[in-house]
């Protein structure tokens, strides 16, 4: 089973996840062009993809899926709503309606031999999901764009092999930043995104021992940075109540302009 950002970042996100036999994608927020470049540089076809799996309808999750969707004709997963919303967004084009799958949060669905389940987070938009997926007994999931976490969500990314979670921006240089007010308190609300200093918090809920790989994701471009969010979210690890330290995992940034290394498990 492997891992890959392909891009992640408040300017667009799109992960890889597949086995030997299966190819999947988490969200299409970047162009089609870049999709299929970085598909290649793992030896991936876009013809080879068995479908995309998609969070919520925001421009920088699904900005590439009509060209893609019409392209390879593949499966589109996504709640019933969130197809709604995509299906009325005219800047994706024209591509057939039978390609929408509509899903339900925490029933488990096959693509391949990937199992896949959605669960519920709280942001702006129709009914979004984060997703955990499944081959044989490794797992991994991407989980951005919280407003906040809870129990559910802690419960729903316990004892994974690998996880990309959102770590969007610093909480400071926000608000002193150039955003308006009401975008810093949306940003900052409980349907908002997830700062530094609550990826870090979040994380020591889901430590363990067999956790191989952390890939900070869905940065904002504008309050944040990529050593920050590194050294915040390992600075909340080591100051946590549990057995482990930050020095204790592989923790790494995945960028908005470049994939990531490919975690292997």
């Known amino acids: 089973m492997r891992l890959v950002s ?17 190819h999947l994608l988490v969200d ?97 938009a129709a009914n979004p999901v984060a997703y955990r997926i499944r081959c044989g007994r490794k797992s991994v999931a991407v989980a951005t764009d919280m407003g906040h976490y809870d129990q559910y969500i802690i419960d729903h990314l316990q004892g994974l092999d690998a996880l990309l979670l959102e770590s969007n921006h610093d909480v400071r240089m926000l608000e002193t930043g150039p955003y308006p007010y009401y975008l810093k308190r949306r940003i900052m609300g409980d349907y908002g995104h997830l700062s530094n200093d609550s990826a870090g918090q979040l994380l020591n809920c889901l430590l363990h021992d067999n956790l191989k790989k952390i890939l900070l994701g869905h940065l904002s471009q504008t309050n944040n940075y990529p050593e920050l969010a590194y050294e915040t979210v390992r600075l909340e690890i080591d100051r946590g109540d549990g057995p482990y330290r930050a020095s204790d995992f592989s923790i790494s940034v995945a960028r908005r302009d470049a994939m990531s290394e490919i975690v292997t498990l």
């Open 6 to 22: 392909i891009a992640s970042g408040s300017s667009g996100n799109c992960i890889y996840i597949g086995s030997e036999s299966t």
């Open 28 to 124: 299409a927020g970047i162009s089609n062009k870049r999709i299929e470049a970085g598909l290649n540089e793992i030896g991936v076809k876009g013809s080879e993809l068995d479908g995309v799996v998609i969070t919520h309808e925001h421009s920088d999750h699904v900005k590439g899926l009509g060209i893609l969707a019409r392209r390879h004709h593949m499966p589109v997963y996504g709640t019933r709503e969130t197809l709604e919303e995509i299906k009325k967004n005219s800047g994706l084009g024209e591509y057939p309606e039978e390609l929408l799958h509509p899903i339900e949060p925490e029933v488990d669905f096959a693509v391949g031999d990937l199992t896949v389940q959605a669960f519920r987070i709280d942001h702006d």
